[in-house]
């Protein structure tokens, strides 16, 4: 039987667990990204929950929304602004941020999506959202295997949105937290892709802070990844590339040819 026509079928009598299951089967294994070949069904999932009178089912039905709309690729390959494709829908943004500012206890599902909805929160209360994303992962540490792994990966992901969003002034203080678990526990340092996108990160805190030694040294630890890579690597180009321009655009006199030799 179809899934998604199993899960209809199902939903009334456990709503909360076929929610669960039927989630975690157009989600990618981090959580974070649905499928692109689900679309319709997610679009159908959305349609189904958006005026649901429970909370939490309002809560996944405009999470799944966010990520349907954000993961269109005709959207991308015409470059339309993700704020321009959102900006339709904001009262479910709103929901969402309001949904996790009223409640304490987070459960799997809220700290599985929290990194990758965080671009659509108000600056002044990612402050707020980011501790209480912290203090309810780390009161599940028993319940993760490898939890520093999962902790690093999910802080890197909002970050990553930080970055995104042009909030450079969040970045340096995690960073930090994560250098210390990486300390703590050195083989975190041996995942590739965390490594990459944490010396992204570093190069644009050097920006803000014109650190020209700190841009060079990251870069440059960037690039020696990137020769060991195979070529034509779109996201290690993307690192490369992405960090120069945004480091540019926060320090407008940057001899990038000086990063360069």
């Not at 060991?228 to 690597?233: A, G, H």
Request: negative net charge; charged residues 35%.
């Amino acid at each position: 039987m179809d899934e998604f026509l199993f899960f209809h079928q199902k939903r009334i009598n456990e709503p909360s667990n076929d929610l669960d299951k039927y989630l975690a089967q157009l989600m990618h294994k981090e959580g974070l990204n649905i499928k692109s070949k689900k679309h319709d069904q997610v679009l159908g999932f959305y349609e189904e929950f958006k005026n649901s009178k429970k909370k939490e089912e309002k809560f996944l039905a405009y999470a799944a929304h966010f990520d349907y709309l954000t993961n269109q690729e005709e959207n991308m390959e015409k470059n339309i602004p993700i704020a321009q494709i959102l900006n339709e829908f904001q009262f479910e943004w709103d929901y969402i941020e309001n949904y996790l500012l009223e409640i304490e206890s987070w459960s799997f599902r809220e700290l599985d999506w929290f990194p990758f909805l965080s671009s659509c929160f108000h600056k002044e209360n990612r402050p707020l959202l980011l501790a209480r994303f912290k203090k309810n992962f780390k009161e599940l540490r028993d319940y993760y295997e490898n939890w520093e792994r999962h902790y690093i990966n999910n802080l890197i992901n909002y970050l990553m949105n930080s970055v995104y969003m042009g909030y450079y002034d969040e970045l340096e203080k995690d960073i930090s937290e994560i250098d210390k678990y990486f300390e703590r526990y050195p083989e975190l340092q041996w995942e590739l892709s965390q490594r990459c996108r944490i010396l992204y990160i570093k190069i644009i805190i050097a920006g803000k802070e014109r650190r020209m030694d700190m841009i060079r040294k990251n870069y440059e630890q960037l690039s020696k990844i990137s020769n060991v890579l195979p070529k034509n690597n779109e996201l290690m180009d993307f690192y490369l590339e992405d960090s120069l321009r945004k480091v540019k655009e926060i320090f407008p006199d940057l001899d990038v040819a000086k990063i360069l030799k």
